[in-house]
């Protein structure tokens, strides 16, 4: 989002962009699981383009016209995708559905598409239309902190200081951006006014 705000000649502050830099160590100390696991290049760059197309597009969102209503713009969003799963769905898995499903499945998908599709869209779309881009932004970085707390919760996964240290270094990176930017909203409104 950043480097799309700084090419549309925004004024991007030295906070923010410290925040932003700080959020990015602590999700790589987060995801590098302690130096123990080895990352895949090609899921990694997978990784950092579907994130530069997620940030594209809501960088696009503030600046072109959006239906009023945030359940249109998450419907439209919604099935776009969804038929973009779906074709590559059907060049991967040419058979279909797998007869041998299980409820466990079918239930974590009615859980997904409820919660993590339908609810959650919603509320981002909604936050793009009401809050600066640089504050919405900041998900991305609370998602791993968040998926660290249920590993530790659901699965006893374990909580090393190394991953807390990353969560911190997340959390305060989120602190960083969110109070930077809630400083220049007030500024540029004055600046506003003044014209």
Known sequence: MVVFRALARERVTRGTLGGVAL???????????GGAGSVDPGAAALLVVSCACWAAGSFASSRVPMPRDP?????????????????VA???EPGGIPA????????????????????????????????????VATYAYVNPVIALVLGWAILAEPLTPFLLGGAVLVLVAVALVIRHEARQIPASLAAEEAA
């Open 71 to 87: 359940l249109v713009s998450t419907a439209l969003e919604m099935l776009a995708g969804g038929m973009v799963l779906l074709l």
């Open 90 to 92: 059907a060049v991967l």
């Open 100 to 135: 041998h499903s299980e409820t466990r499945s079918w239930l974590a998908l009615g859980y997904l598409i409820m919660f993590g599709s339908l609810l959650a869209f919603t509320a981002y779309t909604w936050l793009l239309a009401h809050a600066p881009v640089s504050q």
């Open 23 to 33: 959020g990015f160590a602590g999700v790589g100390v987060l995801t590098s699981q």
